[in-house]
């Protein structure tokens, strides 16, 4: 029997998720998405994706879950790139919706940015929903751009100048990337740092991050997921972060990223061991651990930041609506 409060609502306890709560969640998210978006078996949408326990490992003290009676019913993850902040997926059991539940998980979440001095805050969502609009705009967010998921396949290329990997960088030189990977977001947005997500690529093994170089300068860089169990899923690589130096050249810098990202996508299978030496590695970024890749075939998915990297024959995936305080 759910403990009740006084009018006999059953009480919603919002805390911490801890790792036995990371199967749980993650049905919750499926269902949820399912149900919302349609699926004829909500119970087995997205299976093939991890965001709740990758983004739980990246930051545990940062994901917050709603329980009743010791049941998860709700769960978020919250994460700061540096001075910009964003959460999801925000996901309620669809049993539990209007009943204020995403609600109690805005709080602590809003409450942690304030916590982390964060400058900027926001995140994607579905601009269908009025629902959705209405939810953030009760926490002072404001619809601000409707944003393109462009999605194309991996076909043939010239990769002459393939990019590096930041597997590739050894220990000693991983933390210069990261300075450099620093000193290009700083530039694009005073204080975005994605060292937290290059980690996590690189330590969970959910993909990799490319660099671009423009002789010892960084041009360029993405933070990419590939295949099953990571943020992309099956058969696909999800660019989550793509940044480049200012201008012209962020044009250009695209485009060997997106062909490395496509020969990914040719390469079913693990890489074999020796392919990592192909890139000149040295041991990786602290805490990589040399391994496998995760199966990849010919789809890729990203959201261009500008109209002028968007690569040719790209097509709409869906829109989201970026919304922010
Ligand atoms: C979106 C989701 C997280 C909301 O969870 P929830 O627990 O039902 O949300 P709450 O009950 O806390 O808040 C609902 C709020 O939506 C807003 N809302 C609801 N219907 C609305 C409408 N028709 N027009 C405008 N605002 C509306 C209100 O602000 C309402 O809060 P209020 O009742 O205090 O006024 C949940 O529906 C879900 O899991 N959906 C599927 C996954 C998903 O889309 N996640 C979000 C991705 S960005």
């Known amino acids: 029997m759910a403990n009740s409060s006084p009018r006999g609502e059953p009480v919603v306890e919002v805390r911490v998720l801890v790792e036995s709560d990371l199967a749980a969640a993650t049905r919750v998210m499926q269902r949820a998405f399912g149900t919302f978006l349609g699926a004829p078996d909500p119970d087995r949408f997205m299976t093939d994706r991890n965001y709740v326990r990758s983004r739980w490992r990246a930051d545990p003290s940062a994901a917050l879950t709603a329980v009743v009676d010791g049941k998860v019913v709700g769960s978020n993850l919250v994460t700061a790139w540096g001075s910009v ?6 996901t309620v059991a669809p049993e539990w919706w209007n009943r204020g539940v995403a609600s109690r998980l805005l709080e602590p979440t809003l409450a942690l940015f304030t916590d982390w001095n964060t400058a900027h805050t926001g995140l994607y969502t579905f601009p269908h929903s ?3 609009v209405g939810l953030y705009q009760k926490f ?3 619809p ?3 944003t393109a998921v462009m999605t194309r396949p991996v076909d043939g290329h010239d990769d002459a100048r393939a990019p590096d990997l930041a597997a590739s960088v050894g220990s000693d030189e991983g933390s210069g990337v990261l300075q450099q990977c620093r000193t290009l977001t700083h530039a694009i947005h005073d ?17 990799e991050t490319v660099l671009v170089w423009d002789g010892d300068r960084l041009g360029a860089f993405a933070v990419c997921h590939l295949g099953a169990d990571t943020e992309a899923g099956a058969g696909g690589c999800y660019v989550k972060f793509w940044g480049g130096t200012a201008g012209a050249r962020r044009e250009r810098s695209f485009r060997p990223v997106a062909w490395r990202l496509y020969r990914f996508g040719q390469e079913p299978g693990s890489v074999p061991r020796g392919r990592r030496r192909q890139f000149g590695a040295r041991g ?3 805490g990589d651990a040399p391994g496998r890749f995760p199966h990849r075939d010919p789809r890729c998915l990203y959201a261009p930041a500008e109209r002028a990297s968007v690569p040719p024959a790209g097509s709409l ?6 919304v922010m305080r």
């Open 85 to 90: 902040g964003f959460f999801g997926p925000l």
């Open 130 to 132: 009025p629902k959705h």
């Open 140 to 142: 002072g967010f404001s």
């Open 144 to 146: 601000r751009f409707l």
């Open 191 to 207: 204080g975005l740092d994605l060292e937290r997500e290059i980690r996590a690529v690189a330590t969970q093994q959910l993909g």
């Open 284 to 286: 990786g970024l602290p």
């Open 317 to 322: 995936r869906h829109r989201r609506l970026a």
